[in-house]
T-cell receptor, first 110, second 111 residues
Framework: GEDVEQSLFLSVREGDSSVINCTYTDSSSTYLYWYKQEPGAGLQLLTYIFSNMDMKQDQRLTVLLNKKDKHLSLRIADTQTGDSAIYFC??????????FGKGTRLSVIA | DVKVTQSSRYLVKRTGEKVFLECVQDMDHENMFWYRQDPGLGLRLIYFSYDVKMKEKGDIPEGYSVSREKKERFSLILESASTNQTSMYLCATLTGTDTQYFGPGTRLTVL
């Protein structure tokens, strides 16, 4: 199976909260990441969380980490049309390349 | 800020041509990566390099080679381009905190 799993699509209305979920497999991962990819562009690091944290908040973004269940989520408050993008979850398994999920395409409906 | 640049945003080549994709970073990072991205398949690692003149195969190296003659530059080479290599190619570097930074991508079309 996949190392990092996330649903492929999410659709929300403008102004609502979006929650993008991810599960990973390696409990020894040091960092977990969220990347954002806008259409036609590369991946942009959005935020990351150190494995000894449960939550990290940065303006409209909240990252929650449940190490017991190996579950990571990204919550976007007051979702805007500019948030429409593909969001990738990634884990650092101790080897050099990060392991990425396949990405969740977030569509924001005005 | 970390800056990763790729030589072209869009590229169109013909089957059988030799193709060079260039990636340059300005942060003196040792580790550099080439991925391809295809709908429904996510990111797939082609090759990576952890030092000058060093290279490691990723998950899908077939049909590709790489060159790392200088620390700041990592090139991906398609010796004989084929239509199934039409894709978005992404270059990335790795910081000391294991964070990867990506270039803007090159969308390659092979006709």
């Amino acid at each position: 199976g996949e190392d990092v799993e996330q649903s492929l699509f999410l659709s929300v209305r403008e102004g609502d909260s979006s929650v993008i979920n991810c599960t990973y497999t390696d409990s020894s991962s040091t960092y977990l990441y969220w990347y954002k990819q806008e259409p036609g562009a590369g991946l942009q690091l959005l935020t990351y969380i150190f494995s000894n944290m449960d939550m990290k908040q940065d303006q409209r973004l909240t990252v929650l980490l449940n190490k017991k269940d190996k579950h990571l989520s990204l919550r976007i408050a007051d979702t805007q049309t500019g948030d429409s993008a593909i969001y990738f979850c990634a884990e650092n398994k101790g080897n050099t390349p990060l392991v990425f999920g396949k990405g969740t395409r977030l569509s924001v409906i005005a | 800020d970390v800056k990763v640049t790729q030589s072209s945003r869009y590229l169109v080549k013909r089957t059988g041509e030799k193709v060079f994709l260039e990636c340059v970073q300005d942060m003196d990072h040792e580790n550099m990566f080439w991925y391809r991205q295809d709908p429904g398949l996510g990111l797939r690692l082609i090759y990576f390099s952890y030092d000058v003149k060093m290279k490691e195969k990723g998950d899908i190296p077939e049909g590709y080679s790489v060159s790392r003659e200088k620390k700041e530059r990592f090139s991906l080479i398609l010796e004989s381009a084929s239509t199934n290599q039409t894709s978005m190619y992404l270059c990335a570097t790795l910081t000391g905190t294991d964070t990867q930074y990506f270039g803007p991508g090159t969308r390659l079309t092979v006709l």
